[in-house]
């Protein structure tokens, strides 16, 4: 705006030297014209810069790695386009980094910036000190801000550079499943009153001469446990919560319902999740993505849980199952 000004000043000091030193008629009518020209603009321009809404819009969610954009748009109505500036600001949660972009509006039509997708974590997208100036720029208005939007970069689930043995954590020991039902493993018993008959195992019964009832049976599994550390370089987080997400689905696709346990930087304690299907998993995920991180955050490696039947630690270069 300040550049506008000098360009209309220096217009102003051209048409007092000509009026000063030409006595023509048209002389004071250029004088005239430029001494009202501002007002004249703001005049002209006023309903435009009033009527300037500016909208912001983004996808949700993405995956780390994938090309995604920030949608821009502005838009007064029918009257013609005011100059408008603005700061585009990208703030990471989880890092605290603010990315600061100058704006100005082209146009009616959208425009497009594309976002950083390189870590995990979520960004808050907000437009700041948004103003909008008359035609000849002299004069500008503050300019209603559109809400900030939030975009959640997804880790991609990645294998452990060592797979775990899953008969590390397989039940050893069965109970009878409440209620019957299918089931791969079946123990024999006497048959009681009230039994199925679909239950009933009619060859061993006439080898047994009596009758053998097939008892459905489920596994008593102890506690399964999930570790990682939130902490260390950007780098270091995506692959560690790419290997939890990963080694959760993987649990779960094996009917291994378990607790993922965390220190949580916000206050250094404790936190857990208990996982049972995969809407719990996207929960924490959602979760994780918006804590800030601390370089202070104790790690959770060397705890002892004595409870857990199984647990398996997520760390970037090498993964540890107990």
Not at 87 to 93: G, K
Not at 125 to 149: I, N, Q, S, T, W
Not at 169 to 186: D, I, T
């Amino acid at each position: 705006m300040g550049k506008h000004w000098l360009i209309y000043l220096a217009a102003l000091g051209g048409a007092v030297v000509f009026h000063a030193y030409y006595f023509g008629w048209y002389s004071w009518f250029i004088l005239v014209m430029a001494l009202c020209l501002p007002g004249f603009s703001l005049v002209v321009s006023f309903l435009a810069m009033v009527r300037m809404r500016l909208y912001l819009d983004a996808p949700p969610c993405c995956s780390r790695g994938d090309q995604i954009f920030i949608s821009l748009r502005s838009s007064n109505g029918f009257l013609p386009m005011p100059q408008c500036r603005f700061r585009l600001t990208v703030t990471s949660v989880m890092t605290g980094q603010v990315l600061s972009m100058k704006q100005h509006v082209p146009g009616q039509d959208n425009w497009y910036v594309p976002l950083d997708t390189s870590h995990c974590g979520t960004l808050v997208c907000a437009v700041e000190k948004a103003r909008d100036y008359d035609y000849l720029g002299l004069f500008r208005f503050p300019v209603r801000l559109p809400k900030p939007v939030e975009v959640q970069i997804r880790p991609v689930p990645t294998p452990p550079e060592k797979l775990p043995n899953l008969a590390q954590f397989l039940a050893r020991r069965r109970q009878p499943k409440p209620g019957g039902g299918f089931s791969e493993e079946h123990d024999m018993r006497d048959y009681h009153p009230g039994d199925s008959m679909r239950d009933i195992h009619w060859k061993l019964s006439v080898k047994t001469d009596r009758l053998i009832v097939r008892e459905p049976q489920e596994p008593i599994r102890g506690l399964t446990l999930l570790t990682f550390d939130l902490l260390g370089t950007p780098e270091q987080v995506d692959a560690t919560l790419e290997r939890l997400v990963w080694m959760s689905q993987w649990l779960l696709d094996h009917e291994t319902p378990h607790r993922i346990l965390w220190i949580d930087p916000t206050d250094c304690q404790i936190a857990s999740a208990a996982m049972e299907n995969r809407d719990n998993l996207q929960e924490l995920v959602e979760r994780l993505l918006r804590t800030p991180l601390r370089p202070d955050t104790p790690s959770i490696a060397n705890r002892r849980f004595a409870s857990a039947s199984w647990r398996y630690h997520i760390q970037p270069e090498q993964e540890e199952a107990s």
